[in-house]
């Protein structure tokens, strides 16, 4: 089991690797010839030599609903200091119309990038058009936004249906191909949500004794996780083989709610998850947790990359991906030491 997970990390990194090779390269090549040509663009070569001490940024994050986005809050605000960069930094409680109000108060202090991890996918154009009128770059960071490309300039963040998709074909491998699943979707209308969603969906097609009996929203966090399986637990009881829970917030909360309901997570009911964060990590160790998906929020360093380069008039890939693997008990107690959120 061991080998086989490690193998399957492998595989997948291998796939997202030529995944990249096709989304990234082929858009910019075209592009990165037009200036090349043109005399008449000096401008971005003056502008060229801003550093990360000129930079001032402005940042709409969603909120503190998990231990995933804590890492990611955490990893921007540490680069930015790092770094010497200004950080304008705004909470929006998972909201979408703070993060709005947010925007518009980067785009009047006149910043020189915004950074937003968009809560939900849609109701974007509006301010993101104000941004752009006012030439300011906007950076999708984690999450997208179904606005036209032309309103950002890049997104730095995972594949979603990706994660889904290995999600589904884990939970295959853990329920022999047969089994009665219950899901803890993310953030209604969120583009984790909806692509975790679909991808485990297309994964599990294959086995048409995998049913997905029961499906709601926990929102993202421990307490409404804990919630939504209680009232699984209620309708289904014994029936339920397995949970799939669109983050470790979630299977955390799921577990409480299972262990009071007198069955016995990672046994009784199966659990695979998304994030791979620290308690994830520690409840497969405690045999409570089957699977879980790596997506990864140290983006910070990869942020602020792109920021600079966006400044200074360099060409930038319109999706840049993260790397991730999928881990499983086996390698929690090793493993759990390196982790870094
Ligand atoms: O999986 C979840 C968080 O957008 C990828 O948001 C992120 C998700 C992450 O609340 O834990």
């Known amino acids: 089991m061991n080998v086989r997970s490690v193998l399957y990390a492998i595989l997948i990194g291998a796939l997202m690797l030529s995944l990249v090779g096709c989304t990234t390269v082929a858009p910019a090549a075209p592009a990165a010839e037009a200036p090349a040509g043109d005399q008449a663009a000096a401008p971005a070569a003056e502008m060229a030599g801003k550093t990360f001490e000129d930079l001032v940024v402005g940042y709409a994050q969603i909120g503190a609903e998990s231990?995933?986005?804590?890492?990611n809050t955490q990893s921007i605000k540490a680069?930015?200091?790092?770094?010497?960069?200004?950080?304008?930094f705004s909470d929006a409680q998972q909201k979408q119309e703070n993060q709005i109000?947010?925007?518009?108060?980067?785009?009047?202090?006149?910043?020189?990038?915004?950074?937003?991890?968009?809560?939900?996918?849609?109701?974007?154009e509006t301010v993101f058009q104000e941004a752009k009128d006012a030439g300011i770059p906007l950076i999708l960071v984690d999450?997208?936004?179904?606005?036209?490309?032309?309103l950002y300039v890049t997104y730095l963040g995972s594949d979603f249906v990706e994660e889904g998709r290995r999600a589904g074909q884990a939970m295959a491998d853990i329920l022999g191909g047969e089994g009665k699943i219950v899901e803890l979707v993310g953030t209604v209308g969120s583009a984790p949500a909806n692509d975790r969603y679909s991808g485990f969906r297309e994964a599990i097609t294959e086995y048409p004794g995998m049913e997905i009996i029961?499906?709601?929203?926990?929102d993202f966090t421990r307490a409404k996780g804990k919630e939504v399986m209680e009232a699984f637990l209620k309708s289904y009881g014994d029936e339920i083989d397995a949970l799939y829970a669109h983050n470790d917030d979630m299977a955390i909360g799921a577990i409480q709610a299972i262990e009071e309901y007198?069955?016995?997570p990672g046994e009784d009911i199966k659990i695979v998850s998304v994030d791979a964060v620290r308690g994830a990590f520690e409840a497969m160790i405690e045999g409570k947790l089957n699977c879980t998906v790596e997506c990864n929020p140290l983006l910070g360093p990869q942020f602020f990359d792109l920021a600079l380069k966006v400044v200074n008039?360099?060409?930038v890939a319109k999706w840049v991906p993260?790397?991730?693997g999928v881990y499983f008990p086996e390698q929690a107690a090793e493993l759990l030491p390196t982790r870094q959120y």
């Not at 231990?67 to 890492?71: C, D, I, L, M």
């Not at 999450?143 to 032309?150: F, N």
């Not at 029961?214 to 926990?218: K, N």
């Open 214 to 218: 029961a499906s709601q929203s926990g």
């Open 101 to 124: 109000k947010a925007i518009r108060s980067f785009i009047a202090q006149q910043v020189d990038v915004i950074g937003v991890s968009p809560v939900v996918e849609t109701g974007w």
């Open 143 to 150: 999450r997208r936004a179904a606005v036209p490309e032309e």
């Open 313 to 315: 008039g360099e060409e």
């Open 67 to 71: 231990e995933w986005r804590t890492a």
């Open 79 to 88: 680069e930015a200091e790092r770094l010497g960069v200004e950080l304008k």
């Open 322 to 324: 993260s790397e991730e």
């Open 262 to 264: 007198g069955l016995k």
